[in-house]
C-alpha cells in the first residue's frame, strides 16, 4: 500500500504524538486539558465533536482505498445468519437450512468477480462486503480462493461483529455510523447483489434502491438472489398497482437463482464478461 509523505517543512504530527509520551510526568502533563487534541481519545468521543467523528469515518477508507488502488466494487449484501452448507443443520429454521444455498452462490459468485477482476489488473470490481458471518464471509470467501482481494465494512454491534477471517486485512474497516458505512458500500459500486437477510439486508436493499430511483446514484445492476424469498416478504407488484412506485420502478431490478445468472447479468452490463 501507497504510504502517506510528506510534502511540507512543518514537524510531522505524529512525531508530536510520540513526544508526548515521554514529556515529564507532572499533574499539568496528566491534565486531559494538556492532550493533543487529535490524540485525546475522551476528547475526540465528546458529543460535540459528532461532525469531525463523521467526517473521520467518511475520509479514512477513502483515504486507504485510493492509495490501495481501489477502482470500483461489486456489493454483496446478505444476512449474517445464513449457514454455510456444511452447518446448515445448526440453523434456527428449516427455512434458514434451505437459504444456505445462497452461501455457496455468493461464494462462487465472488470468486467469478474476482478472476475477472484480475484479469483486467485486480483494481476494478472488488468484491466489498460487510465483513461479517453468513453471506458476507461467503463473497470474501470466494474472492480470496480466487487469488484477489475484497473490502469489508464491519460495524461495531452489542452482539457481533468481529470481520471474518477473510476480508483482506488492509482493507478491513470498522464503522461507528451506519450512514456513512452505506456511504462506503455504495460510492464505488459498479453492482449491487442482495441475497436473502433480514433488517440489516431490508435496510441497505431499501436505500440503494431509493437512491437509484431518485437519480441521486446511477443505475447499476441490481440482482437479488432467491425470487421466491422476496416475493414471500415484499409485494412488489401491490406497491405498483398501488402507485406508490411506477411499473417502470420494477424493472430496476433482476431475479437472478445462481451465481452464473448474476455473472451473466454483471457482464452483460459492463459489455464483456473478459
Known amino acids: 500500500m501507497a504510504r502517506h509523505r ?15 509520551r515521554d514529556i515529564p510526568d507532572t499533574p499539568q502533563t496528566r491534565a486531559p486539558s494538556y492532550k493533543l487534541a487529535f490524540a485525546d481519545e475522551a476528547f475526540m468521543g465528546r458529543e460535540e465533536l459528532r461532525p469531525v467523528r463523521l467526517q473521520l469515518e467518511l475520509l479514512k477508507p477513502q483515504l486507504l482505498m485510493d492509495e490501495y488502488g481501489v477502482e470500483s466494487t461489486v456489493v454483496l449484501f446478505g ?15 428449516p427455512y434458514l437450512a434451505e437459504l444456505s444455498k445462497y452461501y455457496e452462490e455468493a461464494r462462487t459468485f465472488a470468486r467469478m468477480v474476482t478472476e475477472r477482476s484480475l484479469k483486467m489488473g485486480g483494481k476494478r470490481d472488488i468484491v466489498v462486503t460487510g465483513g461479517g458471518p453468513g453471506v458476507m464471509e461467503a463473497g470474501n470467501r470466494g474472492a480470496l480462493e480466487a487469488g484477489g482481494i475484497s473490502i469489508g465494512l464491519n460495524i461495531v454491534l452489542p452482539h457481533e461483529q468481529a470481520p471474518n477471517s477473510y476480508v483482506t486485512p488492509d482493507l478491513c474497516f470498522n464503522f461507528h455510523y451506519f450512514a456513512i458505512r452505506k456511504m462506503h458500500f455504495l460510492m464505488r459500486a459498479n ?15 431499501f436505500e440503494s434502491l431509493t437512491l437509484i ?3 441521486r446514484m446511477k443505475k447499476v445492476p441490481f440482482i437479488l438472489f432467491g425470487k421466491a424469498f422476496w416475493d414471500r416478504i415484499i409485494d412488489w407488484q ?25 455473472f451473466e447479468v454483471f457482464c452483460a452490463s459492463q459489455g464483456q464478461c473478459g
Open 6 to 20: 510528506r510534502n511540507h517543512p512543518f514537524r510531522d504530527s505524529r512525531q508530536d504524538i510520540e513526544t508526548a
Open 79 to 93: 444476512g449474517a445468519r445464513i449457514p454455510e452448507p456444511a452447518k446448515k443443520a445448526t440453523a434456527k429454521t
Open 191 to 205: 453492482a449491487i447483489c442482495v441475497f436473502p437477510g433480514g433488517f440489516g439486508t431490508l435496510d441497505e436493499l
Open 213 to 215: 430511483q431518485t437519480g
Open 238 to 262: 401491490a406497491l405498483a398497482e398501488a402507485g406508490t412506485i411506477s411499473a417502470e420502478d420494477l424493472d430496476l431490478m433482476t431475479f437472478v437463482e445462481t451465481a452464473d445468472e448474476a
